[in-house]
């Protein structure tokens, strides 16, 4: 199985500035015979469901604001939020979908400082 | 409104069995892969089982397989979780989702005797 680490655990981070989780997955997530990184970010927050904000690695899903960015390659990622608003308090999770069993990072929490 | 919803969570007693739910409407169900993903309380998203169009393949996590069944009835826009020999490590919010953009507000299953 691909074991999806995040860190930090929890990130602590004033109102307008930039946060940045990362996460690093066991073995290679890119899936050969479309070119594409299968990695996705979502957002939850408390008593709903998960929210998709990024797949393909750095492809934002319709809607999401810009403010959020993902990026990287073949075993290291990074999801960005280059200016934090009281909205984004929430749980943020990377997840592979490569290959079966497809596996989620443990979850940052982003939090106001 | 392009939407999924999951019924049929409860009480279950350690070896019981529950059948869940969800209907999809405002899409395209029949050419949509879909998912099962849970959260067990104060964890984080575990994904559960994978079906894709037609019901052509399956796949498990290693958690589940051979005690839960994913399945699908096009005709009908419902996909199903068919969950037997539950143990209490099972108990959580179960999401339907379409493959990665679309997830319901999930059903609560309680393994307890």
């Known amino acids: 199985d691909i074991v999806m680490t995040q860190s930090p655990d929890s990130l602590p981070v004033s109102l307008g500035e930039r946060a940045t989780i990362t996460c690093k997955s066991s073995q290679t997530v890119l899936y050969s015979s479309q070119n594409k990184h299968f990695l996705a970010w979502y957002q939850q927050k408390p008593g709903q469901p998960p929210k998709l904000l990024i797949y393909?690695?750095?492809t934002r899903e319709s809607g999401v604001p810009d403010r959020f960015s993902g990026s990287g390659s073949g075993t290291d990622f990074t999801l960005t939020i280059t200016s934090l608003q009281a909205e984004d308090v929430a749980v943020y999770y990377c997840q592979q979908y490569a290959d079966v069993p497809w596996t989620f990072g443990q979850g940052t929490k982003v939090e106001i400082k | 409104e392009v939407k999924v919803v999951e019924s049929g969570g409860g009480l279950v007693q350690p070896g019981g069995s529950l059948r869940l739910s969800c209907v999809a409407s405002g899409f395209s169900f029949s050419t949509s892969e879909m998912n099962w993903v849970r959260q067990a309380p104060g964890r984080g998203l575990e994904w559960v089982a994978h079906i894709t169009t037609s019901g052509r393949r399956l796949y498990y996590a290693d958690s589940v397989r051979g005690r839960f069944t994913i399945s699908r009835d096009d005709s009908k826009n419902s996909l199903y979780l068919q969950m037997d020999s539950l143990r209490a490590e099972d108990t959580g919010v179960y999401y339907c989702?379409?493959?990665?953009?679309?997830w319901g507000q999930g059903t609560l299953v309680t393994v307890s005797s």
């Open positions: 989702g379409r493959y990665l953009d679309l």
């Open positions: 393909s690695a750095s």
